[in-house]
């Protein structure tokens, strides 16, 4: 496993995280997911990315409505606890009525105390807003994560998905106001989804934040599984929802995955590790999250590591997209 620091901070972080959204009962509020794996089939994942080397673990509270994090939490207690970095987010409705969802100091506090109950640890790693939230001003969010940091329960401070405007004012407040700085950013980002590259991108790379992508392989896109032609595999979730891969991806993202099968033929090696291995070669980039369901899927991921890609196999991979940003994209 490679390691790296996160951001201009300190900690060092292996070059995979491992996402837990898959993890738990599928369980929220007001729906429930179908694509997610009891904590049975959770648990081999976890011990075996911990023994790849993956020391940076990601969940949040939303995730199966803390279901994710209790899996997690479970499966670290036998290791030692400073070996590992863990991350979870809060923003997501967690119940339904008041207070149920935000970035309130109430908010903030409440499930900071909930999610340390749930990993079964005194402190996280890494705990960051999930959203941006409209109805709270930045600097009452800021306050509270402050807090947090103060108190000895959460070590740093991260956030997730916004306009890079909203990331700006937020690490601006924190430095004329002297709260605790943000020092990552989740975005969406993979090579068929590179509007972040025109929004939050260079805000991190300007300002010395660790960029942690999310959904590096496009809703399942980018391993090759899905065919424009037909029906997408039982158990998928673009099944479970009821749509087609001619529906869900446009011309461009099929140009995109074509170069990705492409130079995953001329290597011998995956649509998955070429996809992922584009991502470790962006200076800007700390560490893709992972969410991968079974042992096998996470060996065949830990492979992109190994795979250099030369300037034009990059630019072959990158032409038929010109990255845009919108605020709908959120």
């Not at 972080?13 to 089939?41: A, H, I, K």
């Not at 499966?75 to 979870?88: K, N, P």
């Not at 890079?164 to 407040?173: E, I, N, R, V």
């Amino acid at each position: 496993m490679e390691y790296t620091t996160l951001g201009a901070t300190g900690l060092e972080v292996s070059r995979l995280c491992l996402g837990t959204m898959n993890f738990g009962s599928g369980w929220r509020p007001t729906y429930q997911d179908d694509w997610t794996v009891d904590e049975e089939d959770s648990q081999p994942v976890i011990e075996r990315a911990i023994e790849h080397g993956i020391n940076f673990i990601d969940t949040a509270n939303i995730y199966s409505t803390g279901d994710s994090e209790r899996i997690v939490g479970n499966a670290i207690e036998e290791y030692e606890r400073d070996e590992l970095v863990v991350a979870t987010k809060v923003y997501g409705q967690m119940h339904t009525g008041p207070n149920g969802q935000g970035l309130s100091r109430k908010h903030i506090l409440d499930q900071a105390h909930a999610s340390l109950d749930r990993l079964g640890t005194d402190y996280i790693d890494l705990y960051q807003i999930h959203r941006w939230d409209d109805q709270t001003p930045i600097e009452e969010t800021l306050s509270a994560l402050d807090h947090l940091v103060d108190e000895g329960l959460v070590r740093y401070v991260g956030a997730s998905s916004m306009a890079g405007w909203q990331f700006m004012k937020a690490l601006q407040t924190s430095d004329v106001e002297h709260y605790e700085r943000f020092v990552s950013m989740q975005p969406e980002y993979s090579l068929v989804r590179r509007h972040e590259e025109e929004n939050v991108v260079p805000v991190c790379a300007d300002q010395g934040i660790g960029v942690v992508p999310w959904s590096p392989l496009y809703r399942g896109f980018l391993t090759g599984k899905y065919e424009r032609d037909d029906e997408p595999p039982e158990g998928s979730r673009m099944a479970e929802e009821g749509v087609t891969p001619a529906e869900e991806f446009d011309d461009d993202q099929w140009a995109v995955l074509d170069a990705v099968r492409e130079i995953a033929d001329e290597q011998d090696v995956s649509p998955v590790q070429v996809s992922i291995a584009w991502l470790l070669h962006k200076d800007v980039v700390t560490a893709p999250i992972v969410g991968p369901k079974s042992v096998d899927q996470l060996d065949e991921t830990v492979g992109a590591l190994d795979i250099d890609l030369s300037d034009e196999d990059i630019e072959r991979l990158e032409a038929p997209i010109d990255p845009v940003w919108s605020d709908d994209l959120l």
